[in-house]
């Protein structure tokens, strides 16, 4: 069974940039799975962010691919979410997942537990 | 881009009734549709993918059908832990996004 696990700044400072990481344990991230982030803003729905494969191919939600950079750490098992230029409407719980060769490699399998990300002065 | 419209919005209800939800995609996606789980506090959990197909350990009183735009996830009897929110999502090919609907809330009457 994978897990997940987030880690990172609770709070950012406006026009700053978001960071955070995920790691992975129980699987090798360089297997054939894609890693996902995935936000949820206080009282609405969920939004994909992107996703990046162990080798670094990479596809990111238009709607934030200029603002957003996803890394894989292979050594380190773990993967990594930039978010640039961050506003008050970024303040969100950020939730990594993968998605699995089982299902197509279409839907969020597993998730991390979340960690809210605070933007603010 | 293609859009998940989930109705309704809150579902009120009582332990043992049966739940129907809808997800309605503004352009057919054939059957690349799943389900999610999530309770207050929670990271969502897959139920439901490629419209009909249960994830593992999900429980048998939880179903999906459809294709094209119209899908609909069904709760045969609500157990206590089935009161959460619902959540439908698509993959479009091109551009490759993943997208989420707004969500439906059973919650107990």
């Known amino acids: 069974q994978v897990q997940l696990q987030e880690s990172g700044p609770g709070l950012v400072k406006p026009s700053g940039t978001l960071s955070l990481t995920c790691a992975v344990s129980g699987d090798s991230i360089s297997s054939h799975n894609w890693w996902s982030w995935v936000r949820q803003s206080p009282g609405k729905g969920l939004e994909w962010i992107g996703e990046i494969y162990h080798s670094g191919s990479s596809d990111y939600n238009p709607s934030l691919q200029s603002r957003v950079t996803l890394s894989v750490d292979n050594s380190k098992n773990q993967f990594s979410l930039k978010l640039t230029s961050v506003t008050a409407a970024d303040s969100a719980v950020y939730y990594c997942a993968l998605k699995l060769p089982t299902t197509g490699w279409n839907y969020f399998d597993s998730w991390g537990q979340g960690i809210l990300v605070t933007v603010s002065s | 881009e293609i859009v998940l419209t989930q109705s309704p919005a809150t579902l009120s209800l009582s332990p043992g009734e049966g739940a129907t939800l809808s997800c309605r995609a503004s352009?057919?996606?054939?059957?690349?549709l799943a389900w999610y789980q999530q309770k207050p506090g929670q990271a969502p959990r897959l139920l439901l993918y490629?419209?009909?197909k249960r994830a593992t350990g999900v429980p048998a009183r939880f179903s999906g059908s459809g294709a094209g735009t119209d899908f609909t996830l069904t709760i045969s009897s609500l157990e206590p832990e089935d009161f959460a929110v619902y959540h439908c999502?698509?993959?479009?090919?091109?551009?490759?996004?993943?997208?989420f609907g707004g969500g439906t809330k059973v919650e107990s009457k």
């Open positions: 999502q698509l993959r479009s090919n091109w551009p490759p996004v993943l997208t």
């Open positions: 490629d419209a009909s």
């Open positions: 352009q057919s996606i054939s059957t690349f």
